[in-house]
């Protein structure tokens, strides 16, 4: 019998980043149709403000010769009602795809390390889909402030407001105090919580760049093999409907910041040792009986 992951327990930074994708394959299928079925529209309502937006720009930039500076419309059209859609939709998605990740995990937690069905993910994701997409709104205004102020305020609230949401969804939180028991938890533990949050990004990046990068070469290369600048419009429309399609890659940082935050309830509160400790002899759930350390 396949060894299922499991969340309650204390796990170092390689066990995380492991786990992630050993979580991501034992539940592959439901994962992605979770993603598509919560997500699915503002994925696709992001992507047609985007390719408005993008379509507009590169006709800007391939007329570029036919436009004199001051003229009205000149450089305006660029930020035009769909440019704002497109964020608002990205934003949305970003909730919606934390929401749905979160409440798969929460009732995957709940059952006994069973795959929830979409009715019980539903329940989790009309419950806070608003209470996250709000919150992620101030805390992703909050951290904007600190990156402006020399960088390092905002590296330094990166995991903490990332633990926000678990402690949403999971623990049913207001914002007040899933923020404050956010410090509490990374307390004596920020820098694996960054370290471990840093390097999954950089892999999610790399893997969604290494998609997108080829279009977006060919759509740029028209700009510097000629007299008079010229963007691909194909590849430019392209490269925005693949990196949409990426966006399905944001289901693993949520994983890991889940796991993490699991890791860090379980050094302070050693809750899943206690459960497993109480269920002990039952033979009915398999569960993971990786070494850890308390």
Excluded: H
């Excluded at 436009?67 to 440019?83: D, I, Q, T, V, W």
């Amino acid at each position: 019998m396949l060894l299922k992951i499991e969340f309650k327990k204390i796990r170092d930074f390689g066990q995380i980043i492991n786990d992630t994708f050993t979580f991501i394959r034992q539940n592959f299928k439901p994962l992605v149709k979770t993603y598509f079925i919560f997500c699915g529209l503002f994925c696709l309502a992001g992507m047609l403000a985007m390719l408005l937006q993008q379509y507009k720009t590169v006709n800007i930039i391939n007329n570029l010769g036919t436009f004199k500076p001051g003229r009205s419309g000149f450089g305006a059209g660029l930020y035009g009602l769909e440019y704002f859609l497109a964020i608002l939709f990205s934003l949305a998605g970003y909730a919606s795809t934390t929401v749905a990740t979160l409440s798969y995990i929460a009732v995957y937690v709940q059952k006994g390390n069973q795959t929830p069905t979409t009715d019980e993910v539903w329940g989790y994701f009309k419950f806070y889909f608003f209470r996250v997409f709000g919150s992620s709104l101030l805390l992703g205004l909050l951290l904007l402030i600190g990156f402006v102020f020399c960088l390092l305020p905002g590296f330094w609230l990166m995991p903490i407001i990332s633990l926000v949401f678990p402690i949403i969804v999971i623990e049913n939180g207001t914002l007040g105090y899933a923020f404050g028991r956010s410090f509490k938890l990374i307390k004596d533990n920020f820098w694996i919580t960054f370290g471990t949050l840093f390097i999954i990004w950089i892999i999610v990046y790399a893997c969604m760049s290494f998609v997108v990068l080829p279009t977006t070469l060919f759509s740029m290369l028209g700009l510097f093999s000629g007299n008079k600048p010229q963007m691909s419009l194909t590849f430019t429309m392209l490269g925005t409907v693949l990196q949409y399609l990426c966006q399905v890659c944001t289901v693993i940082p949520v994983i890991t910041i889940a796991l993490s935050y699991f890791s860090l309830v379980e050094q302070k509160e050693s809750a899943g040792l206690m459960e497993r400790i109480s269920t002990f002899g039952n033979a009915e759930k398999p569960t993971d009986t990786r070494p850890e350390e308390y």
